[in-house]
């Protein structure tokens, strides 16, 4: 979006960055056509001519990416998100994507010259009325003293946040950037009142201007080409603002309840965020893991202390940056496939895939505030991959109409419970061989690949009929089982016990 600096350009650029001050600096970012700090162009044309402009496009291949967290190397990322996030529809023709592209241009233009033009300044010089006068009618006139300073408290609460969002980087560090930041949050909050600015918002814009960044970079840097003219539209920096603009609001429809913050008098609307933490806590883990569920109500963990934080800002903090793009590729996909689209639901389930990573850890921890700790400074993950699987097993378990037998049967998400550390984790999970999850250790396999074919499909029969009465026998005393009696689980683990046996005695022989 061009704005024109002119005398009233303070309230232009809201985020009041003009000078170039310490931790500022001034970068040639004209029409943002010019390489940009921080920022690795990344677009492939055929990509883009295959899976967007594509009407009968198979989700498949995006699917395996996003599972692999390799969904980068399409080098369209901002494009597939418009797709999962509702802005264009797969089967969207050309010219219906670009009907909706100018008019999301256009609608984002109009709310700019309503809440950019620094209206309350000048109805301010116009007509100043004293504040303290006590004629009724001219008290039932809207108050422009108000409208005046709580605009200007919005500036401000959305500066202190700007100037300190990804101070790490050049790209956050220019003015340009800064006061397109600015904009797009004002603009928003301003359009939606009841909500307004909340902390954690501009993590989330950030987020999209780096993707956005990326691709519209990757294809100013391609050779000019017919091709390239055709859908020059899609990646025209003279409209970023606007762009932007489009994809953080698609964001916020699907996120918005977890900002909402109201008077004490509203107090359902003031419990959203902590009835999805209460619910994710006394139902969701407490399916999924009942052992780490009764250790943190044991210890009395304050959970919101923390998840309200991995909520609102969708883990942006709790990875880098790349890592937490990947985890939002998968959100946004989830969202895409989910029809009745409350919220982000993949985002509850991330959450308990990341109190199962740390299990171990918590479980050694008799203390509150060492737990609490460990949430905090959350440790990096080494296979995010797995943990976007695991978050994806632990949705169809919760959304099954038996979750217990679910889990049972998932034995993806059982070698997740279990071995994060394979090295720590019990026998029975490190001998469970998965298509998904090679192993090549597995010395009960490597046995009987030496065998005849017949005898081979027999040991592997024993050995899935062994595995599920073991995992019968731990799920039940793990979860306390109140359908079972103790002496049933002693019987289940000494007849798989005896299975076990006569199997170890028959590869002897």
Known sequence: MNNNVGEDDDDLLISGARNNKKGQINLD????????????????????????????????????????????????????????????????????????????????????????????????????????????????????????????HLKSEIKKDVDRTHQDKQLFQSLKIKNLLSNILFVWSVKNPTISYRQGMNELAANVIEVYFTETQGFNNLEDSDDKKEIAIFFDTKYAEEDIFQLFEQILVAHVDMFKHTPESQKKQQLIIQNRIQKI??????????????????????????????????????????????????????????????????????????????????????????????????????????????????????????????????????????????????????NVKNPEIPDENNKLIEANNLKQQETIDVQINQAQLILKALNQGIMCIQRFNTDKSVNEVKQLLENAKSELLKCLDQQQN
């Open 281 to 430: 806590y006394d139902q969701q883990l407490k399916i999924i893991d009942i052992s780490l569920f009764k250790h943190l109500k044991v210890q009395d963990v304050e959970l919101s202390v923390f998840l309200v934080r991995w909520i609102r800002c969708m883990f942006t903090r709790e990875f880098h940056v790349e890592d937490s793009l990947k985890v939002w590729d998968a959100i946004f996909y989830d969202y895409y496939l989910t029809e009745e689209k409350q919220w982000l639901l993949l985002v509850d389930c991330i959450v308990i895939a990341m109190f199962v990573y740390v299990r171990d850890q918590i479980l050694e921890k008799d203390d509150p505030n060492a737990c609490l700790k460990r949430f905090l400074k959350y440790p990096p993950v080494e296979n995010l991959a797995q943990l976007i699987q695991a978050a994806f097993s632990i949705k169809n378990v919760l959304q099954s109409a038996n979750p217990e037998q679910t889990l049972l049967q998932d034995y993806f998400l059982i070698t997740f419970l279990g071995s994060r550390d394979v090295s720590k984790s019990p026998k029975i999970f490190q």
């Open 29 to 152: 970012l004209s029409n943002y056509s010019s390489n940009i700090p921080d920022i690795t162009p990344a677009f492939d044309l055929n990509n883009f001519k295959k899976y967007i402009l594509n009407e009968n496009l198979n989700l498949n291949e995006i699917q395996e990416l996003i599972l692999k967290c390799q969904l980068s190397s399409m080098k369209l990322r901002f494009s597939i998100w418009r797709l999962f996030l509702g802005i264009f529809k797969i089967n969207d023709t050309l010219e219906q994507k670009i009907n909706k592209l100018n008019q999301n241009r256009s609608d984002y233009q109009n709310l700019s010259k309503q809440y950019l033009q620094a209206e309350t300044k000048k109805e301010s010089k116009r007509s100043i009325r004293n504040p303290l006068l006590q004629n009724q009618q001219e008290q039932q006139k809207p108050n422009v003293w108000n409208n005046f300073f709580e605009i200007n």
